[in-house]
Protein backbone atom coordinates (compact mmCIF):
# COMPACT_ATOMS: atom_id res chain seq x y z
CA UNK A 1 0.00 0.00 0.00
CA UNK A 2 1.33 3.21 -1.05
CA UNK A 3 -1.88 5.56 0.39
CA UNK A 4 -4.99 5.08 1.06
CA UNK A 5 -8.58 6.67 0.81
CA UNK A 6 -11.35 6.44 3.12
CA UNK A 7 -14.92 6.81 2.87
CA UNK A 8 -16.19 8.33 5.92
CA UNK A 9 -19.08 10.63 7.70
CA UNK A 10 -16.76 12.08 10.76
CA UNK A 11 -20.24 13.03 12.21
CA UNK A 12 -18.44 13.88 14.53
CA UNK A 13 -14.65 12.34 13.98
CA UNK A 14 -14.02 10.11 17.05
CA UNK A 15 -10.85 8.16 18.46
CA UNK A 16 -11.86 5.19 16.40
CA UNK A 17 -11.38 7.47 13.17
CA UNK A 18 -8.03 8.44 14.08
CA UNK A 19 -6.79 5.06 15.16
CA UNK A 20 -7.97 4.28 11.55
CA UNK A 21 -6.09 6.60 10.22
CA UNK A 22 -2.87 5.64 12.29
CA UNK A 23 -3.43 2.04 11.31
CA UNK A 24 -3.39 2.45 7.78
CA UNK A 25 -0.29 4.27 7.94
CA UNK A 26 1.18 1.43 10.18
CA UNK A 27 0.43 -0.81 7.21
CA UNK A 28 2.10 1.27 5.23
CA UNK A 29 0.34 4.26 4.02
CA UNK A 30 2.42 7.32 3.34
CA UNK A 31 -0.78 9.50 2.71
CA UNK A 32 -4.11 9.28 3.71
CA UNK A 33 -6.64 10.75 1.74
CA UNK A 34 -10.39 11.40 3.43
CA UNK A 35 -13.68 11.49 1.25
CA UNK A 36 -15.64 13.01 3.89
CA UNK A 37 -19.22 13.74 3.76
CA UNK A 38 -20.96 17.60 3.95
CA UNK A 39 -23.70 19.07 5.48
CA UNK A 40 -26.22 15.94 5.55
CA UNK A 41 -25.46 12.63 6.55
CA UNK A 42 -26.83 8.90 5.61
CA UNK A 43 -29.09 8.62 8.13
CA UNK A 44 -31.49 11.28 6.46
CA UNK A 45 -30.24 14.10 8.72
CA UNK A 46 -27.88 17.01 9.27
CA UNK A 47 -24.27 16.43 10.74
CA UNK A 48 -23.93 17.77 13.82
CA UNK A 49 -20.50 19.95 13.12
CA UNK A 50 -20.17 21.82 9.64
CA UNK A 51 -18.07 19.97 7.65
CA UNK A 52 -15.48 22.56 7.75
CA UNK A 53 -14.80 21.60 12.24
CA UNK A 54 -15.02 17.88 11.01
CA UNK A 55 -12.21 18.10 8.44
CA UNK A 56 -10.34 20.02 10.58
CA UNK A 57 -10.44 17.54 12.99
CA UNK A 58 -9.24 14.89 10.70
CA UNK A 59 -6.36 16.61 9.22
CA UNK A 60 -5.09 16.95 13.26
CA UNK A 61 -5.38 13.42 13.42
CA UNK A 62 -2.95 12.73 10.53
CA UNK A 63 -5.05 12.91 7.44
CA UNK A 64 -3.62 13.91 4.81
CA UNK A 65 -6.63 15.01 2.17
CA UNK A 66 -9.75 16.01 3.04
CA UNK A 67 -12.48 15.78 0.15
CA UNK A 68 -16.42 16.82 -0.11
CA UNK A 69 -18.70 13.97 -0.48
CA UNK A 70 -21.22 16.55 -2.51
CA UNK A 71 -24.23 16.63 -0.10
CA UNK A 72 -26.27 14.81 -2.92
CA UNK A 73 -24.19 11.75 -2.41
CA UNK A 74 -23.90 11.73 1.09
CA UNK A 75 -27.55 11.25 1.93
CA UNK A 76 -28.18 8.52 -0.49
CA UNK A 77 -28.45 4.75 0.56
CA UNK A 78 -25.33 2.59 1.10
CA UNK A 79 -24.86 1.58 -2.34
CA UNK A 80 -25.50 5.41 -4.01
CA UNK A 81 -22.86 6.67 -1.11
CA UNK A 82 -20.51 3.90 -1.44
CA UNK A 83 -20.17 4.18 -5.15
CA UNK A 84 -19.74 8.20 -5.34
CA UNK A 85 -16.64 7.91 -2.88
CA UNK A 86 -14.97 5.21 -4.87
CA UNK A 87 -15.61 7.70 -7.78
CA UNK A 88 -14.11 10.60 -5.98
CA UNK A 89 -10.81 8.49 -4.47
CA UNK A 90 -10.10 6.58 -7.80
CA UNK A 91 -9.82 10.01 -9.03
CA UNK A 92 -6.99 10.63 -6.90
CA UNK A 93 -3.87 9.20 -8.92
CA UNK A 94 -1.53 8.02 -6.30
CA UNK A 95 -4.25 6.04 -3.82
CA UNK A 96 -4.04 2.71 -4.49
CA UNK A 97 -5.85 1.40 -1.24
CA UNK A 98 -9.35 2.00 0.08
CA UNK A 99 -9.60 1.51 3.62
CA UNK A 100 -12.95 0.63 5.80
CA UNK A 101 -14.08 -0.75 8.77
CA UNK A 102 -15.82 -4.02 8.91
CA UNK A 103 -17.22 -6.94 11.43
CA UNK A 104 -15.53 -9.57 9.31
CA UNK A 105 -12.48 -7.85 7.67
CA UNK A 106 -11.72 -10.53 4.79
CA UNK A 107 -11.44 -8.82 1.68
CA UNK A 108 -11.88 -12.26 -0.46
CA UNK A 109 -15.36 -12.77 1.55
CA UNK A 110 -16.58 -9.51 0.95
CA UNK A 111 -15.54 -9.35 -2.35
CA UNK A 112 -17.27 -12.63 -3.36
CA UNK A 113 -20.09 -11.16 -1.76
CA UNK A 114 -20.16 -7.80 -3.90
CA UNK A 115 -20.20 -10.44 -6.63
CA UNK A 116 -22.87 -12.08 -5.98
CA UNK A 117 -24.84 -8.98 -5.58
CA UNK A 118 -23.89 -7.74 -9.52
CA UNK A 119 -24.51 -11.21 -11.39
CA UNK A 120 -27.16 -11.00 -13.33
CA UNK A 121 -29.37 -13.98 -11.25
CA UNK A 122 -29.46 -11.79 -8.38
CA UNK A 123 -32.43 -9.29 -9.32
CA UNK A 124 -34.12 -12.21 -9.72
CA UNK A 125 -33.87 -14.07 -6.76
CA UNK A 126 -34.19 -10.01 -4.89
CA UNK A 127 -37.88 -10.47 -6.38
CA UNK A 128 -38.56 -13.88 -5.62
CA UNK A 129 -37.90 -13.01 -1.83
CA UNK A 130 -39.50 -9.90 -1.74
CA UNK A 131 -42.75 -11.44 -2.89
CA UNK A 132 -42.32 -13.82 0.43
CA UNK A 133 -43.27 -11.02 2.37
CA UNK A 134 -39.52 -10.26 3.62
CA UNK A 135 -38.53 -7.12 4.65
CA UNK A 136 -35.78 -5.51 1.92
CA UNK A 137 -32.88 -6.33 4.26
CA UNK A 138 -33.79 -9.78 5.06
CA UNK A 139 -34.59 -10.25 1.14
CA UNK A 140 -31.09 -9.06 -0.17
CA UNK A 141 -29.21 -11.33 2.38
CA UNK A 142 -31.40 -14.83 1.34
CA UNK A 143 -30.76 -14.11 -2.55
CA UNK A 144 -27.38 -13.40 -1.70
CA UNK A 145 -26.93 -16.22 0.20
CA UNK A 146 -28.72 -18.36 -2.33
CA UNK A 147 -25.93 -17.10 -5.01
CA UNK A 148 -22.94 -17.28 -2.51
CA UNK A 149 -22.95 -19.06 0.54
CA UNK A 150 -22.07 -17.19 3.38
CA UNK A 151 -22.64 -13.69 1.95
CA UNK A 152 -26.22 -13.87 3.69
CA UNK A 153 -24.63 -13.89 7.02
CA UNK A 154 -21.93 -11.42 6.25
CA UNK A 155 -24.61 -8.48 4.87
CA UNK A 156 -25.90 -8.77 8.63
CA UNK A 157 -23.11 -6.92 9.69
CA UNK A 158 -24.09 -3.08 9.15
CA UNK A 159 -20.41 -2.41 8.54
CA UNK A 160 -19.93 -5.74 6.29
CA UNK A 161 -22.33 -4.48 4.56
CA UNK A 162 -20.96 -0.64 3.46
CA UNK A 163 -17.89 -2.91 2.51
CA UNK A 164 -19.82 -4.72 0.30
CA UNK A 165 -21.32 -2.15 -1.34
CA UNK A 166 -17.61 -0.66 -1.41
CA UNK A 167 -16.36 -3.96 -3.17
CA UNK A 168 -19.43 -3.54 -5.42
CA UNK A 169 -18.36 -0.11 -6.61
CA UNK A 170 -15.10 -0.80 -7.33
CA UNK A 171 -15.89 -3.87 -9.40
CA UNK A 172 -18.20 -1.43 -11.63
CA UNK A 173 -15.87 1.15 -11.48
CA UNK A 174 -12.75 -1.12 -12.66
CA UNK A 175 -11.17 0.83 -9.96
CA UNK A 176 -7.37 0.51 -9.40
CA UNK A 177 -8.00 0.94 -5.56
CA UNK A 178 -7.51 -2.59 -4.02
CA UNK A 179 -10.28 -3.18 -0.52
CA UNK A 180 -8.50 -3.48 2.98
CA UNK A 181 -10.98 -3.67 5.51
CA UNK A 182 -9.97 -3.48 9.33
CA UNK A 183 -11.98 -5.34 12.09
CA UNK A 184 -14.13 -2.71 13.90
CA UNK A 185 -12.76 -1.94 17.30
CA UNK A 186 -14.49 -0.74 20.49
CA UNK A 187 -18.10 0.05 19.90
CA UNK A 188 -20.00 -1.75 17.28
CA UNK A 189 -22.31 0.78 15.29
CA UNK A 190 -24.60 2.61 16.87
CA UNK A 191 -24.05 1.37 20.28
CA UNK A 192 -25.50 3.43 22.86
CA UNK A 193 -21.98 3.33 25.68
CA UNK A 194 -18.69 2.99 25.46
CA UNK A 195 -17.48 -0.12 24.13
CA UNK A 196 -14.33 -2.07 24.54
CA UNK A 197 -11.19 -0.01 24.35
CA UNK A 198 -12.87 2.87 25.75
CA UNK A 199 -14.03 3.67 21.99
CA UNK A 200 -17.59 5.07 21.86
CA UNK A 201 -19.84 5.36 18.69
CA UNK A 202 -20.74 8.18 16.85
CA UNK A 203 -24.36 7.88 17.45
CA UNK A 204 -23.60 7.82 21.03
CA UNK A 205 -21.36 10.70 20.91
CA UNK A 206 -24.48 13.06 19.82
CA UNK A 207 -26.26 11.82 21.95
CA UNK A 208 -23.93 12.91 24.94
CA UNK A 209 -23.42 16.31 23.39
CA UNK A 210 -26.72 17.08 23.05
CA UNK A 211 -27.00 15.87 27.02
CA UNK A 212 -24.07 17.43 28.46
CA UNK A 213 -22.45 19.31 25.76
CA UNK A 214 -18.60 18.88 24.16
CA UNK A 215 -17.08 18.47 27.59
CA UNK A 216 -18.67 15.45 27.63
CA UNK A 217 -17.14 13.70 24.79
CA UNK A 218 -13.36 14.01 25.86
CA UNK A 219 -12.73 10.38 26.96
CA UNK A 220 -13.80 9.44 23.56
CA UNK A 221 -12.19 12.17 20.99
CA UNK A 222 -8.59 13.72 20.74
CA UNK A 223 -7.21 16.08 22.43
CA UNK A 224 -7.08 18.50 19.00
CA UNK A 225 -10.54 17.62 17.54
CA UNK A 226 -12.19 18.26 21.27
CA UNK A 227 -10.57 21.78 21.45
CA UNK A 228 -12.26 22.27 17.65
CA UNK A 229 -15.37 20.76 18.76
CA UNK A 230 -15.27 23.42 21.87
CA UNK A 231 -14.68 26.40 19.68
CA UNK A 232 -17.03 25.46 17.36
CA UNK A 233 -20.23 24.82 20.46
CA UNK A 234 -18.55 28.16 21.65
CA UNK A 235 -20.10 30.08 18.35
CA UNK A 236 -23.22 28.19 18.14
CA UNK A 237 -21.84 26.13 14.92
CA UNK A 238 -23.46 22.77 16.68
CA UNK A 239 -26.90 21.20 14.93
CA UNK A 240 -30.48 22.87 16.58
CA UNK A 241 -32.29 19.82 16.30
CA UNK A 242 -35.79 21.11 16.69
CA UNK A 243 -34.62 24.19 14.17
CA UNK A 244 -33.86 21.60 11.43
CA UNK A 245 -36.90 19.17 12.19
CA UNK A 246 -38.98 23.11 11.66
CA UNK A 247 -37.04 23.73 8.84
CA UNK A 248 -37.86 20.36 7.26
CA UNK A 249 -41.45 20.05 7.90
CA UNK A 250 -42.00 23.50 6.75
CA UNK A 251 -40.61 22.99 3.07
CA UNK A 252 -42.83 19.51 3.12
CA UNK A 253 -45.60 20.93 4.09
CA UNK A 254 -45.46 23.17 1.19
CA UNK A 255 -45.54 20.73 -1.36
CA UNK A 256 -48.07 19.05 -3.11
CA UNK A 257 -48.08 15.03 -4.25
CA UNK A 258 -46.69 16.18 -7.58
CA UNK A 259 -44.26 18.11 -6.15
CA UNK A 260 -43.18 15.08 -4.56
CA UNK A 261 -43.46 12.74 -7.26
CA UNK A 262 -39.91 14.93 -8.64
CA UNK A 263 -38.31 13.63 -5.70
CA UNK A 264 -35.45 10.76 -6.43
CA UNK A 265 -36.69 7.60 -5.19
CA UNK A 266 -40.03 7.93 -5.56
CA UNK A 267 -42.43 4.98 -6.57
CA UNK A 268 -45.25 2.66 -5.55
CA UNK A 269 -47.27 5.62 -4.27
CA UNK A 270 -44.51 6.88 -1.59
CA UNK A 271 -45.30 10.56 -2.31
CA UNK A 272 -48.70 10.38 -1.65
CA UNK A 273 -47.54 8.37 1.38
CA UNK A 274 -45.19 11.27 2.93
CA UNK A 275 -47.97 13.90 1.79
CA UNK A 276 -50.50 12.61 4.26
CA UNK A 277 -48.44 11.54 7.22
CA UNK A 278 -46.65 15.69 6.71
CA UNK A 279 -50.45 16.94 7.03
CA UNK A 280 -50.39 15.58 10.54
CA UNK A 281 -47.47 15.27 11.73
CA UNK A 282 -45.57 17.72 13.73
CA UNK A 283 -41.92 15.98 14.39
CA UNK A 284 -39.61 14.20 12.05
CA UNK A 285 -40.12 11.09 14.20
CA UNK A 286 -44.00 11.66 13.98
CA UNK A 287 -43.05 11.59 10.16
CA UNK A 288 -41.67 8.73 10.11
CA UNK A 289 -43.88 6.43 12.04
CA UNK A 290 -46.75 7.96 9.98
CA UNK A 291 -45.34 6.77 7.24
CA UNK A 292 -44.16 3.22 8.30
CA UNK A 293 -44.48 0.31 6.34
CA UNK A 294 -43.41 -3.41 5.77
CA UNK A 295 -42.48 -2.05 2.20
CA UNK A 296 -40.04 0.98 2.90
CA UNK A 297 -37.52 0.62 5.87
CA UNK A 298 -37.19 3.14 8.12
CA UNK A 299 -33.13 4.71 6.46
CA UNK A 300 -35.39 4.62 3.33
CA UNK A 301 -37.96 6.95 4.13
CA UNK A 302 -35.76 9.43 6.11
CA UNK A 303 -33.33 9.75 3.32
CA UNK A 304 -36.57 10.36 1.15
CA UNK A 305 -38.01 13.01 3.52
CA UNK A 306 -34.81 15.14 3.36
CA UNK A 307 -34.36 14.63 -0.78
CA UNK A 308 -37.93 15.58 -0.88
CA UNK A 309 -37.12 19.03 1.26
CA UNK A 310 -34.23 19.70 -0.55
CA UNK A 311 -35.48 19.24 -4.14
CA UNK A 312 -33.65 16.45 -4.82
CA UNK A 313 -34.44 14.52 -7.84
CA UNK A 314 -33.09 11.97 -10.40
CA UNK A 315 -31.67 14.29 -12.80
CA UNK A 316 -28.26 14.62 -10.72
CA UNK A 317 -25.48 12.98 -12.25
CA UNK A 318 -24.66 9.51 -10.58
CA UNK A 319 -21.87 9.87 -9.15
CA UNK A 320 -19.67 13.74 -8.44
CA UNK A 321 -18.04 15.49 -11.18
CA UNK A 322 -15.59 17.59 -9.10
CA UNK A 323 -13.13 17.25 -6.02
CA UNK A 324 -13.65 19.76 -3.83
CA UNK A 325 -10.74 20.47 -0.81
CA UNK A 326 -11.96 20.79 2.69
CA UNK A 327 -8.33 20.81 3.97
CA UNK A 328 -4.98 19.72 3.12
CA UNK A 329 -1.12 19.29 4.35
CA UNK A 330 1.56 20.07 1.83
CA UNK A 331 1.49 15.97 0.98
CA UNK A 332 -1.89 16.44 0.35
CA UNK A 333 -1.80 18.69 -2.34
CA UNK A 334 0.50 16.65 -4.04
CA UNK A 335 -1.78 13.75 -4.23
CA UNK A 336 -4.05 15.67 -6.51
CA UNK A 337 -1.69 16.61 -9.32
CA UNK A 338 -3.19 14.51 -12.27
CA UNK A 339 -6.39 14.29 -10.75
CA UNK A 340 -9.19 12.64 -13.22
CA UNK A 341 -11.55 15.16 -12.29
CA UNK A 342 -11.35 18.95 -11.67
CA UNK A 343 -10.16 19.74 -8.28
CA UNK A 344 -10.14 22.79 -6.37
CA UNK A 345 -10.96 24.19 -3.02
CA UNK A 346 -13.38 27.08 -4.13
CA UNK A 347 -16.83 25.96 -4.91
CA UNK A 348 -17.84 28.75 -7.60
CA UNK A 349 -14.77 27.98 -9.84
CA UNK A 350 -15.73 24.01 -9.64
CA UNK A 351 -19.32 25.02 -10.36
CA UNK A 352 -18.45 26.48 -13.75
CA UNK A 353 -16.42 23.62 -15.23
CA UNK A 354 -19.46 22.02 -16.73
CA UNK A 355 -23.23 21.98 -16.12
CA UNK A 356 -22.86 18.54 -14.34
CA UNK A 357 -20.46 20.44 -12.27
CA UNK A 358 -22.96 23.63 -11.87
CA UNK A 359 -26.08 21.15 -11.01
CA UNK A 360 -24.32 19.25 -8.12
CA UNK A 361 -22.49 22.44 -6.48
CA UNK A 362 -26.17 23.87 -6.76
CA UNK A 363 -27.48 20.77 -4.73
CA UNK A 364 -25.06 20.99 -2.31
CA UNK A 365 -25.06 24.62 -1.54
CA UNK A 366 -29.12 24.13 -0.80
CA UNK A 367 -28.56 21.57 2.00
CA UNK A 368 -25.55 23.29 2.97
CA UNK A 369 -27.61 26.41 2.98
CA UNK A 370 -30.52 24.71 5.06
CA UNK A 371 -28.10 23.27 7.89
CA UNK A 372 -26.63 26.80 8.36
CA UNK A 373 -29.96 28.06 9.46
CA UNK A 374 -29.95 25.29 11.70
CA UNK A 375 -27.20 25.91 13.73
CA UNK A 376 -27.91 27.01 17.36
CA UNK A 377 -26.40 30.25 16.18
CA UNK A 378 -28.03 30.32 12.74
CA UNK A 379 -25.82 31.06 10.20
CA UNK A 380 -25.79 32.98 6.70
CA UNK A 381 -26.37 31.88 3.18
CA UNK A 382 -23.75 30.70 0.80
CA UNK A 383 -21.34 29.41 3.45
CA UNK A 384 -20.09 26.78 0.98
CA UNK A 385 -19.27 28.99 -1.76
CA UNK A 386 -17.47 31.31 1.01
CA UNK A 387 -15.67 29.13 3.30
CA UNK A 388 -12.11 28.87 3.85
CA UNK A 389 -10.12 25.63 3.43
CA UNK A 390 -7.97 24.08 5.78
CA UNK A 391 -4.99 24.33 3.71
CA UNK A 392 -0.70 24.88 4.61
Known sequence: ?????????????????????ARARELGAQAVAVCMSGDVTQRGGAALLPPAVRARAALAAGADLVLALPNPYACLSAEGFAAAGVALLSAVPELDTLVFGAETP?????????????RPGFSEALAGALRGGRPFAAARAEAAEALCPGAGALLEGPNNNLGVEYCKALLRQGSRLAPL???????????PGPGEGGFASAS????????????????????????LYKEAAGAGLDLDRRAFEAAV?????????????????????????????????????????????????????????LDAAL???????PVPPYLQVLGASERGLELLRGAALPADASLARLEKKSTACAAVAAAHAAAADLAALCRRVPQPCGQSYTQKPALP
Open 1 to 21: MKAAGIVAEYDPFHAGHAWQI
Open 204 to 227: HLRALWEERGPAALAPYVPAAALA
Open 106 to 118: DAGALLAAARALL
Open 181 to 191: PLARVGAAHGQ
Open 311 to 317: GYTSDLP
Open 249 to 305: LSRLRAMTPAGLAKTRGTGEGLEHLLAGAVRRSSSLEGLYAAMKSKRYAHARLRRYV
